[in-house]
């Protein structure tokens, strides 16, 4: 027979776990679920307060749903990882894409789970990010693993408005003084403008110049002319 010491001694060593999730019906079926495996400290049904509230309970994981009102369930997450709270997430979510778990991943969730899978499934997600390791569902591990194998690209450096004209234009071909009379600026001050941008995007060609533009999506643009026309 277990006592109530014992069964208090139980409940402290069950790991404990954080709900954000603002369907009330959902939430409550998971508590039921959890029962015996984790010992659920509290619910949220928006991600407002979720680092204030992590700050109080101390859970050892949350179960975060993404689609949440207010402050988004990945912005929160951004948040929880760049303060250090040293909480596991585990995202629970109903979009099976693998380039929204990689982000995840990559924004510091320990787990990403689906909402189609079985209770038995998240229960060993929670046991896995709590033995340090990551654990993603299985019907996106193949097609995460072929994302995180792809060569990165690098984020486009912000052109401003003036400088995406030009480059336009020049992707389409046209010489500087061609350039200079169709946007009313010299040629001195178009070719400095071009300059400025190889030097920022780290090429060293006219060629190297288009080939960043289109491999970024960087044109085309709105319409040529000078700014206010």
Not at 7 to 18: D, F, G, S, T, W
Not at 39 to 61: I, K, S, W
Not at 76 to 97: C, D, F, P, Q, Y
């Amino acid at each position: 027979m277990v006592g109530t010491g014992d069964c208090r001694e139980v409940r402290m060593m069950l790991p404990r776990v954080l709900l954000a999730d603002d369907h009330a019906i959902f939430s409550e079926g998971l508590g039921r679920l959890l029962s015996g495996h984790a010992h659920v400290v509290g619910v949220l049904d928006t991600a407002d307060e979720l680092e204030r509230e992590v700050g109080r309970l101390r859970p050892d994981v949350v179960l975060l749903d993404l689609s949440m009102p207010g402050v988004g369930g990945l912005e929160a997450l951004r948040s929880l990882n760049t303060a250090r709270h040293g909480v596991k997430v585990i995202i629970l979510t109903m979009h099976a894409e693998a380039r929204l778990a990689s982000e995840c991943l990559r924004h510091g969730a320990s787990g990403f789970v689906l909402k189609q899978s079985s209770g038995d499934e998240l229960v060993s997600a929670i046991q896995e990010v709590m033995q340090g390791h990551t654990y993603l569902t299985p019907r996106l591990t193949g097609d995460v693993l072929a994302l995180i194998a792809e060569p990165p690209v690098a984020e486009p450096v912000p052109l401003t408005g003036r400088q995406r004209q030009i480059l336009a234009l020049v992707v389409e071909g046209r010489r500087m003084k061609e350039i200079a009379g169709l946007l009313n600026l010299s040629p001195r001050t178009v070719e400095t403008v071009k300059y400025e941008m190889m030097r920022a995007l780290g090429v060293h060609s006219t060629a190297e110049l288009v080939r960043y533009a289109i491999q970024h999506g960087l044109v085309p643009v709105e319409p040529v002319g000078p700014p206010g026309a």
